[in-house]
């Protein structure tokens, strides 16, 4: 009787301690996604919002246009170059790096507190950064592109230039993001139990080996955590774009979050900025949803 | 002699892979600094100077006399990071508890809903969020941009404070609920001690998160007195007659080091809960 | 008991008389005790090189109308239409935008701005330039009235003309001289051994860089919309200019996706030879070098094809807003509390080099005596009006884009239009 009662308190207890958390989440949340959801299906533009009219219904023609513009592709094509480019790479470097600190490198210690700061630069501040070793006529980054190719390329803007501008934006993504990733990569690297390292050791495993066959499978959880992190951050990323480019030059860094920005607070059509994000979403859903479906068969194998 | 020269090459590729990932990592800091302690004339200098040729301080001094609106925006950053940091470690500690302590279907659903949101991009929100905001009376107030901002930060800091409160054993809460204390007394006297680290872990991880917002205040505050940094420099040292690349490194550099001496003295707690957090959160 | 009772007596009496406090101050006339308070949204504030003389004009303005305050309203120039907007939706209208005369299509859509006539009073508007007014008339009905004007003309430095051998006192005039005198001034290098620019055109993606291209476009006379605002693209002097556009990349001489301000920068350093600019531009390029006055001059707008130089009229002015009579009497006297001669002097003077737009400041010291614009003084009287577009700023960001494709990604212009034609025909 007693254990029933307290069950049953245990419940409404539980629920009044997440009623902030839900409310919050309810009113700042999910509650203007779905408006903006209903509004991408409307026209709403800056009148609307001055004689507080509401939206009206208007057969898909924000998603027509967007598509018919050719935005909307290439800000998809740019958005998945941009987490795919960023991810790969990051997964790479901060893997090397979580290794090498791993190994018995002096004052191993020492530089992983070091390596940890440009994580906290802020966003706005790193793409500042960026944008001023990047400058295209005193950048440090166009000097040292003449002096390495000899002076044959004496004009390398980064960013002005369509075939390279996401690389820059990626490299600035790069130096903040490799941090976190190295950390928790040799967070997951000590968990690896040493003995059977050692074990594998004697039973004349390379190197290689032992880190596809023992240390993957043992860091898999650390990984897939990550990657899922940066996969979610990359795909959201907004400063770092407007900061650097603004999307352009000719549109080669728009990605979903400028075109949806543009659309909505620069061209002032909400309606067909709801649109583009309403895609962004579902987007975002469907890649999370299969980067988990890959993740978990691959942890079965 | 074959396994030795194996292991000279493997030690050495070891150092140049740390040495050129920590350059990588640390030449743009150095750069920012240098740059802050050059006049304009010599920023803009081709070749550039790799030592400020005269170290000057005209940037530092001009952002102290003339351009001291940045120590607004860096006053107000410090008060909305400040508050939303409480404010998310506090209902964190709520509903992280719930979530790993109480397996019903409500908090079950809850703390699904919760991951869930950090998948959704700010700016979908911003489009509708305007305007429900200024029905409630919260554009342009503190409170507005700290509810607004927690509401994106607490999914993310309730499912890391679970993960701590996951390691508490359960014999401890079961012990206290004999002794006849009540649950709140439970909670908040005798588990909540119990995971200060991950406390600290959430609350510093807050902080950092609402130090660098950009979107919410560039829509949500139009006061110049309430803007905060971000966006405060963005919007005022980027305008759109010049640049002074001096000033903006100037800039950076203030902007950065309070951060960087949050994270240095706390590392050791925010490795910690990360790593809790990722890993087995 | 009785203790609440007079409590609740307290805060009754408390609440009425703020309310009654609320109703009497918006019946009571305007005042020096119960002053009156106008908003202005002003971009011009978060830029260093302005925020002095809005400062000062609060100053003086309060000192002289007692009745009235002026309340800023800030956001940076990029974000100031969207914040009005926004504001106005939650049902905060300022009463004043200090804005440019491309944002007047936005602000007339919306449904915000109001015509001056109805707040201005006539006689002072009668004493503007009719040929500037029509800048901002939409169906009838003019949206904004300018504190000063500028084309886009052409800045360009005296000492390298000098030094590549071409006689400063004679720009070129058309595009074929300018490929003329870009071939001699690109021989030329800096101290430094730096490259020198012979001559910068804005194409970064900015709403402002839309407009210049459009100017540009006016030069080869050319057109982008008819008079009724449909899209009206072909012709020669649009084809001309984005061909120009591509010739001049190929040979290197305009920066690449270069936003005003970095034109400005390169000029200020002695690194870009020619650059068009609203004359205000000049503001950016000194404070970057205190010295550039030494060496900047301006001349009128090249003619390009069959045009004749004819350019885009761009103009700092005032849209407003009406917001009831009280409100509309102080704006009344705001704005001819600002557009006078003893006001804008100094600043045309010393910081913001500019033509005025009112016929009783024509001849005024700050105008007079400016070096900087005597040469192009008579592009002022070769203006073209842009029709009214709702989706302006759209079409200028797509403008934007056609001229980097043909520069940066080196797409044929043909090509580059059609894709403009597709994308601009969707925001119509």
Not at chain 1, 70 to 80: C, E, Q, S
Not at chain 1, 195 to 223: H, M
Not at chain 3, 201 to 227: C, H, K, P, R
Request: charged share 15%; aromatic share 12%.
């Amino acid at each position: 009787m007693k254990s029933l009662s307290k069950k049953k308190g245990d419940m409404y207890y539980a629920m009044a301690l997440t009623i902030p958390a839900v409310i919050l989440a309810l009113f700042f949340i999910f509650i203007p996604i779905i408006d903006s959801v209903i509004k991408s299906f409307q026209d709403y533009k800056v009148r609307n919002i001055i004689a507080n009219l509401p939206g009206e219904w208007n057969n898909f023609d924000n998603y027509k246009k967007i598509f018919q513009s050719g935005a909307l592709p290439n800000a998809i094509v740019n958005t998945f170059s941009f987490v795919i480019l960023v991810i790969i790479c990051q997964f790479v470097l901060g893997m090397a790096l979580a290794l090498v600190l791993n190994s018995n490198v002096r004052c191993a210690r020492f530089f992983r507190s070091i390596m940890m700061t440009p994580w906290v630069v802020p966003t706005v501040i790193s793409a500042l950064i960026w944008m001023w070793l990047f400058q295209p006529q005193y950048g440090l980054f166009k000097y040292l592109v003449s002096v390495f190719t000899g002076g044959s390329v004496a004009d390398f803007a980064m960013l002005n230039n369509p075939s390279t501008a996401l690389l820059g934006v990626s490299i600035a993504a790069l130096w903040k993001q490799i941090p976190l990733m190295t950390l928790l990569l040799l967070a997951g690297l000590q968990n690896v139990p040493t003995d059977i390292l050692e074990a594998a050791t004697i039973d004349g495993a390379g190197s290689v080996r032992k880190f596809f066959k023992i240390t993957v499978p043992y860091l898999s959880p650390v990984i897939k955590v990550s990657i899922s992190m940066s996969i979610i951050e990359n795909f959201k990323q907004f400063p770092l774009f407007w900061t650097m480019t603004g999307g352009g030059p000719d549109g080669a860094t728009t990605n979903l979050a400028i075109l949806s920005y543009r659309e909505a607070f620069v061209s002032m059509n909400m309606g067909s900025g709801a649109a583009v994000t309403t895609i962004w979403m579902a987007l975002m859903i469907v890649t999370i949803g299969v980067y988990n479906k890959l993740f978990r068969t691959q942890d079965l194998t | 002699m074959n396994i030795k020269t194996t292991r000279i090459v493997s030690l050495v590729l070891r150092y140049l892979i740390l040495a050129a990932i920590i350059v990588f990592l640390l030449f743009p800091i150095y750069w920012m600094l240098a740059t802050s302690f050059k006049t304009n004339m010599e920023a803009y200098q081709y070749p550039p100077t790799f030592f400020p040729e005269e170290v000057s301080f005209s940037s530092y001094l001009s952002l102290f006399t003339q351009n001291n609106q940045f120590f607004v925006y860096y006053v107000n950053n410090f008060i909305v990071s400040g508050i939303t940091a409480l404010v998310c470690t506090l209902v964190a500690i709520i509903t992280g508890y719930a979530i790993a302590r109480f397996n019903i279907k409500w908090t079950v659903l809850v703390a699904s809903l919760l991951v869930f949101t950090q998948m959704f991009p700010i700016v979908s929100r911003m489009i509708s969020l305007y305007g429900l905001m200024s029905d409630m009376g919260l554009i342009n107030t503190r409170t507005g941009l700290v509810l607004a901002i927690s509401a994106a930060q607490i999914p993310f800091c309730a499912t890391l404070m679970s993960s701590f409160f996951r390691n508490v054993p359960k014999e401890i809460e079961e012990a206290a609920y004999v002794d006849g204390a009540g649950r709140n007394r439970i909670l908040f006297s005798v588990i909540t001690p119990l995971v200060k680290p991950g406390m600290l872990a959430v609350g510093i991880y807050a902080f950092l998160q609402t130090w660098d917002d950009y979107l919410h205040a560039a829509t949500l505050i139009q006061n110049d007195n309430l803007r905060t940094l971000s966006i405060g420099i963005a919007l005022r040292y980027l305008g759109e007659l010049s640049y002074d690349w001096s000033l903006i490194n100037a800039i950076s550099v203030i902007g950065t080091i309070p951060m960087v001496l949050v994270f240095f003295f706390f590392q050791k707690y925010m490795v910690k809960g990360l790593v809790a957090g990722a890993v087995k959160g | 008991m009785r203790k609440v009772l007079a409590l609740l007596a307290i805060v009754l009496v408390v609440t009425s008389s703020l309310f009654a406090g609320g109703s009497a101050e918006s019946t009571a006339p305007a005042s020096a005790e119960n002053p009156l308070t106008i908003k202005v949204a002003n971009y011009a504030l978060l830029e260093s090189g302005y925020e002095d003389f809005w400062n000062g004009v609060k100053e003086g303005f309060e000192a002289q109308y007692p009745q009235y305050k002026i309340e800023w309203v800030t956001a940076p120039y990029g974000e100031i239409l969207n914040q009005v907007i926004n504001m106005a939706g939650g049902g905060d209208r300022v009463d004043v935008i200090f804005g440019e005369e491309a944002w007047v299509p936005q602000l007339y859509a919306s449904g915000l701005a109001a015509p001056i006539t109805d707040i201005i009073d006539a006689d002072f508007v009668a004493d503007f330039d009719p040929a500037v007014m029509d800048v901002f008339t939409i169906d009838g009905g003019i949206y904004g009235i300018p504190l000063y004007v500028s084309p886009f003309i052409l800045y360009y430095n005296t000492e390298l003309f000098e030094q590549a051998g071409l006689d400063p006192a004679n720009p070129p005039k058309t595009y074929d001289e300018l490929l003329d005198a870009a071939e001699k001034l690109s021989q030329l290098t800096d101290t430094n051994g730096n490259k020198i620019y012979p001559f910068g055109q804005t194409t970064a993606s900015v709403v402002v860089s839309g407009n210049a291209l459009i100017s540009m476009i006016y030069n080869f006379g050319g057109d982008v919309f008819t008079e009724d605002g449909q899209l009206n693209v072909d012709n020669d002097g649009f084809h001309q200019a984005f061909e120009m556009l591509a010739t001049l990349d190929d040979l290197g001489y305009n920066p690449q996706n270069a936003k005003l301000k970095d034109l400005r920068n390169l000029f200020a350093l002695g690194q870009l030879a020619m650059y068009y600019d609203q004359s205000w531009g000049f503001n950016g390029v000194t404070s970057i070098n205190p010295d550039a006055a030494s060496f900047t001059a301006s001349a009128a707008p090249l003619a390009g094809g069959d045009g004749t130089g004819e350019a885009v009229l761009c103009a700092h002015c005032f849209i407003l807003v009406d917001n009831g009579d009280a409100k509309n009497e102080a704006v009344n006297a705001f704005v001819q509390y600002v557009i006078s001669e003893e006001v804008l002097n100094d600043y045309m003077a010393n910081v913001t080099p500019a033509y005025p737009a009112k016929n009783s400041m024509a001849d005024m010291t700050a105008v007079a005596e400016s070096g900087v614009l005597k040469g192009a003084s008579s592009s002022i009287s070769n203006v073209k009006k842009v029709p009214y577009v709702s989706a302006m700023s759209d079409i200028a960001l797509d403008l934007c884009t056609l001229a980097q494709a043909v520069t940066v990604s080196n797409t044929p212009v043909d090509e580059a239009i059609d894709a403009f034609v597709r994308s601009a025909s969707t925001k119509l």
